[in-house]
């Protein structure tokens, strides 16, 4: 079992940066598969962002160049650092963590097993 509690969200504008940071408390931390996903709106599908396989990271293409996702062993925390970024990154970000991912599994909220609250990100232009 592991709790997940995202936080970092909050304005920015087109061009900014924030960084959103996923606390995860309970046992195993290490061997957990890591995503973040947004929901840009109520209603809408969760929306795959970037996924963290030990040391292996992908993206989605929206985000590939702009986004870096990265964990600290130490402090049991994941991290999404967002530059340039773009009135469509406007959203809710959630943190995910699931077991043993595959390449072709970590694009779909279903393979995960743990989710936070999700915090909210705003871009303005």
């Known amino acids: 079992q592991v709790r997940l509690v995202e936080s970092g969200g909050g304005s920015a504008q087109s061009g900014g940066s924030l960084r959103l940071s996923c606390a995860a408390s309970?046992?195993?931390?290490?061997?957990?598969?890591w995503g973040w996903f947004r929901q840009p709106a109520p209603g809408l599908q969760r929306e795959f962002v970037a996924?963290?396989?030990?040391?292996?990271?992908d993206y989605d293409d929206s985000v590939e160049g702009r986004f870096t996702i990265s964990r600290d062993i130490s402090k049991n925390m994941v991290y999404l650092q967002m530059d340039n970024l773009k009135a469509e990154d406007t959203a809710v970000y959630y943190c995910?963590?699931?077991?043993?991912?595959?390449?072709?599994?970590?694009?779909?909220?279903?393979?995960?097993?743990?989710w936070g609250q999700g915090t909210q990100v705003t871009v303005s232009s």
């Open positions: 995910a963590a699931g077991y043993s991912l595959s390449i072709s599994q970590i694009a779909s909220a279903y393979s995960y097993s743990y």
């Open positions: 309970g046992s195993g931390f290490s061997v957990y598969h």
């Open positions: 996924a963290l396989r030990q040391t292996i990271a």
